[in-house]
Every structure is written in C-alpha cells, then in structure tokens.
C-alpha cells in the first residue's frame, strides 16, 4: 500500500512539473516571433516585447521633500539559440531598490539569486553606488522572462530623466508619469524629432493629479559605439525638471530657474570651512618670483596640476559639495570639485579674485537655461582680472595658462558671485591651435632609406604628449621616446634625438633626429620600390558599421610633408594619385609631385570640430577607402 502511494505521488508531481515546465517553454508562436524579430534585429539577443515605465511623486513631510517612485516592468524575449544576460539596476544612498523579481511567461516566480554589490567604476576612485542584478539563462529560442524593478528616491533633484531606448531592442515602449496637482514639473521632450512618440494626458479629478503617457514601437538597442557622443545628444528621452511644490498653501520653490540651481550648489559651498593657513607659506613660496600677475596665477596653477593627483569621488553629497582646500592640500588629491577649490583658495590667498566655476563638459547636450543637476558633470575655477574671465582646470595636466581642453571649449559656465551668479562660454580654439607639423628628408642609401625628422606639437597634442610623457619613470623617458619615433617598428632605428624643453609646458614641443629605414626600399632589375610612408595616419579608420557620429578627443590639424631625393640616374615611373575630401567637419588630402630633383608627398587631415557625423561617412569611407589603397602603392623608380 505504502509502494503504491509513493508510486501515485510520483506520477502526480512528474505531471505536475511536466504541465509547469510546459507553461514555461516556447510556444510555437513564441519562436516564429523570435526568429522573426531575428530577421528584424540581428544584432541583438534578446528583446523586450514590452517596457513600461511608471513614475510617480510623493511627499515626506518629514525631510520636506518631494520623493520619487519609478517601477519597470520588462518582457524579456530570448531570439537566439541560447542567451545569458545580466540584468542589473544601480542605486546609491538617496534611493533604494524595494523590488527586484523574475517571473517565467506563466507569472509564476523564476528561482534567481538576486545579488547586490557595490558598483565599481573605473572613471571613479570612490563612489556609493550599488547595484542589484541577477544572471539570467535563456536556454532556448523564444523563452522569455517578465522582470519587474521598483526604485525609490528621496529627493526628486536626483531623478532627471528617463530614455526611451534600453540596452536591448524594444517591440513597445511605454512611460508613464504622474504628476499630482500639487506638484509642479517640466517633462522635456529631448530628441524626438525623427521617432513617433505618442503622447496623451489624462486629468484624474479624484486623485488631483494628471497622467502623461508615451508610448512608441521598434526601438533598437542602445548603439555600443566608442568614441561616441554622450547619449543625452543620441537617444531621445525626458528630461524631469521639478520645479516647485505646495504643501499647506505654501509654495516651495524647488529648480524653478537657474538662480534656484545656482542657490542650491551655492549653499554647499558656502558651508565650507577653508583653512588658508595650511598652504600660506607654498602661495608665498609659489608666487615670490613672480614679474607679473600672470607669471603668480601660472605658477600656482601648475603647481595644482603637478602636484594633486586627480581621483574622480562620488559619494552623496559629496558628489556635489568640493572637499575644503586645506584637505586637498594635505592629502596631494581631490576631484574636480577639491582641485577647483584649492586652486581658489590659493588664489585669493595670492590676492586674486578666484571663483568656484560649474560646467557640463561637452558629453552632456544641456545648457543652463535648464534648472537641472543633469547640466553638469565638472567643476573648474575662474580667476576675474581687468575684465577679464579666465579658466583654470586643474585636472587637465600640463594644459598651459589661457589653454582649454576640447572637452570643454564652447561650453556655458556659471561662475559664483556671492548670492549672485555669472553666465559665461569657455572659448573656443580653431584645429589650427591644435597643429602637429612633421617634415621627413629622405635619401636613398642602396636599399636603406635615411634622413633627417623634424616635429612640432602645439595646443592639446603638445599636452597630451607631455602628460603621457612625465607619467613615465625617468628611467623609462628614453626608451619611450625612441619607441613613441620610431612607432616600435624594429626595422626603423632613430639617432641623435633633439628635444625642447619638455618641462616647460608654455612651449610647443619640438623634436628632431636622424632616421634610417630597413625592407621599406627593394630593388629589382634596375627598378625601385620604395615605401615612402611611415605613419599611414587614418589607415583603416572607416565607419562601416557605425551608427553614431564619431567623436574625437580633440581638434586635429595634422600636416606631413617628406621629401625624397631622386638618386642620379633615376627618374619617376610611377607615383601614387593625389586624393582629397572636404565637408562641414574635415578637409583631408594627400598629393604627389616632383619638385627639381626630389618627389615632395604631402598630407594634409584637418579634423574641423573633433568630429566626423553620420552624414558625412558615406563620403568619409570612400576617402579612407582610396587612403588605404594609397598606402599599399608604392613609389617606382626606373635606372636610365
């Protein structure tokens, strides 16, 4: 009796976990729509059928702050043979994450560990921000999962946007957001133009509050491009701009405008408790030899770019709030807050008017016509002197005084001014600023090419070669200069290397040597071959597979001129075409000729706005397309 029973128990649970597993499995239609969203998206792995995000906003009477609550709800479709895929979430201490769960396609929940860690960053030293994620195994063709995620914020100055698009393709997106009537909030529409996005609002009396709804369909996967525009200029998205709430018939004014913004990092500041005296006798020492106000502003200056070392810190209000001067001082590092205030400190300890300067680097698209803290990333220092406004970023190292990174050259400031504030736009440099000029002089030595190389590197390319360079050990400096010539090609030897000061970061870097070139000249029956370049700039950088604009790290003006001299008793039998490409963002071109008795080979790559967009590739690639075939061609001499 008792075989019997356990035998029936058997068959009922082996037919109960048959009949789940089968609610859970791929249904044929699930994987014809699998393989048909396949055809439709066939970079991608998985697919989310659906993706709604719901927004609302609350009170806590408490702190007296308007709060945040922000659930999405995903439906997760496998159109691969097999995927594995992480699902994540990030939160940090002023919000939390209060469900995190996975249900199979019959809603019943899937038995995932759903872990939580701290989240590392390798552009931040220090951070506070977590993550709960779980890994999750599609083991077939149209499986699917439903993942549900509900954070809380506490303060709605936190929560400032939402994008449309995922990491993944999306079949319908929804956003919904509801705005109580005592609350009052901007939604931005950013980036819309070229997406249907549709948008209704419903009043709900009862509730006092009304709800907006956006909704579109066949959304691609966020693109992985490098090198590629922050997504705030890619993706469209809603930009949450609160404003001002009213409890008890009292208005409260939250980002209502910039000046509230402006407050409100002001108060921070103004906090501070900055102890001059730790640094007084090196501001004494720094500026004593000083001929001019210049001659003092630089030599502090630099002494904050030589001396702190940058360490990127995000930890709560601290992400926010610079670190006292008397702290950075002592401990030789800070973030971009920490430097831009030691920097003041030392400053107005030298006399100078200093001011505390936030700025949104050119990765975020927003001005600060937006009361938002999504309008900056970066803090540097402006020193005010006859009139004049001048920008000192002390993370940028070995930039010289009056120079600015392209990162944020264009870009608004809003300078401190007491309970006041300043508007103003970094300046901006044309490529010219950034020019890299190379002469090459060849002669021909049997099957050896040898001469002399000369180099010029001013603005941004002279700063990064000498960041990189005194990043070295001093007993690393040569070999790397030796390796940086002659681009670690064995074949290619470098002597009697010349160098300008490269401690001296107002000068341009200069450098020449002698060169001598093996297996780039072969000779065959009275006939010469000779490759006559040896740095192929842009060879192979075509944008075939790309979706996105392509952005450099800086404005670019490369010119390359080498002159080979014709042995006696030879004369051209061939060279390579001249080719040339111009649009709104680059003027490119390479040219031939024979000048007297040599051949002169110039190039000439002038990158206009470190940029290259999606509408000039087509042209782009077919440039570097002829660029790279130039670059196998080979100059032909021919005995007479």
């Not at 630089?298 to 709560?316: C, L, M, P, T």
């Amino acid at each position: 009796m008792l075989k019997k029973t356990i035998y029936l128990f058997f068959i009922v649970l082996t037919s109960s976990n048959a009949f789940s597993q089968k609610k859970i499995d791929p249904s044929a239609r699930d994987i014809t729509l699998a393989k048909k969203l396949k055809e439709q998206f066939p970079d991608d792995s998985v697919v989310l059928e659906y993706s709604t995000d719901i927004v609302s906003f609350g009170y806590d009477k408490g702190d007296k702050k308007v709060t945040v609550n922000h659930n999405s709800d995903d439906s997760m479709l496998n159109i691969d043979p097999r995927s594995d895929i992480q699902k994540y979430s990030i939160y940090d201490g002023g919000s939390r994450i209060t469900d995190f769960s996975i249900k199979y396609k019959n809603k019943r929940d899937a038995a995932f560990y759903v872990k939580d860690d701290a989240y590392t960053s390798s552009d931040l030293f220090h951070n506070d921000l977590r993550v709960k994620y779980v890994n999750l195994d599609f083991p077939q063709m149209g499986y699917r999962y439903i993942t549900t995620i509900n954070k809380e914020y506490d303060d709605v100055k936190y929560f400032t946007k939402i994008y449309f698009n995922s990491e993944y393709p999306i079949i319908e997106k929804t956003i919904k957001i509801e705005v109580p009537s005592w609350l009052d909030v901007e939604l931005k529409e950013m980036n819309f133009e070229g997406y249907d996005i549709k948008k209704n609002s419903i009043d709900n009396p009862k509730a006092e509050a009304t709800t907006y709804t956006f909704k579109i369909e066949n959304l691609h996967a966020m693109y992985e491009d490098e090198n590629a525009p922050g997504p705030t200029y890619t993706y469209p998205h809603i930009l949450i701009v609160a404003k001002s709430h009213t409890y008890k018939g009292k208005k409260n004014n939250l980002f209502n405008s910039t000046k509230d913004l402006y407050g409100w990092y002001h108060s921070l500041t103004a906090d501070l408790e900055n102890d001059n005296s730790v640094f007084k006798e090196k501001v004494m020492e720094l500026t004593k030899d000083g001929k001019t106000d210049e001659d003092k502003i630089k030599s502090i200056y630099y002494w904050v770019q030589d001396n702190i070392r940058y360490i990127a810190f995000e930890d709560g209000i601290a992400g926010f709030k610079p670190d006292e001067a008397s702290n950075v001082f002592t401990k030789r590092y800070g973030d971009c807050k920490g430097m831009a205030n030691l920097t003041k400190q030392m400053l107005i300890e030298a006399g100078f008017d200093a001011r505390l300067t936030w700025i949104g680097t050119k990765r975020i698209a927003y001005d600060y016509s937006i009361p938002s803290l999504a309008v900056d990333n970066h803090m540097i220092c402006s020193v005010i002197k006859d009139g004049e406004t001048i920008f000192l970023d002390g993370t940028e190292k070995f930039n010289a005084f009056g120079e600015y990174a392209n990162r944020i050259q264009g870009k608004q400031v809003l300078i401190e001014d007491g309970d006041e504030f300043i508007l103003k736009h970094v300046p901006s440099s044309s490529p010219e600023f950034n020019k890299e000029k190379i002469s090459y002089a060849y002669t021909l030595n049997g099957e050896i090419l040898e001469g002399q190389v000369k180099k010029t590197f001013e603005g941004e390319s002279r700063s990064s070669l000498l960041y990189y360079f005194h990043t070295l050990e001093n007993d690393e400096k040569e070999d790397f200069m030796e390796w940086y010539l002659n681009k670690g090609n064995t074949n290619v030897k470098v002597s009697n290397i010349n160098t300008s000061d490269l401690s001296n970061r107002d000068l341009n870097i200069e450098l020449s040597h002698d060169i001598s070139i093996k297996n780039a000249v072969s000779e065959f029956d009275g006939t010469i071959y000779i490759d006559l370049d040896l740095d192929k700039e842009f060879n192979g950088f075509d944008f075939d597979k790309r979706k996105t604009d392509y952005v450099f790290s800086t404005k670019k003006d490369i010119e390359s001129i080498t002159k080979l001299q014709i042995p006696t008793g030879y004369a051209i039998s061939s060279l390579p075409e001249s080719i040339s490409a111009s649009s709104e963002n680059y003027d490119m071109s390479v040219n031939f000729e024979k000048k007297d008795n040599s051949i002169i080979y110039t190039k000439k790559f002038i990158i206009k706005n470190a940029e290259i967009k999606t509408e000039d590739f087509k042209e782009w690639n077919e440039f570097v397309k002829k660029l790279d075939a130039l670059y196998t061609e080979q100059i032909t001499l021919t005995k007479q």
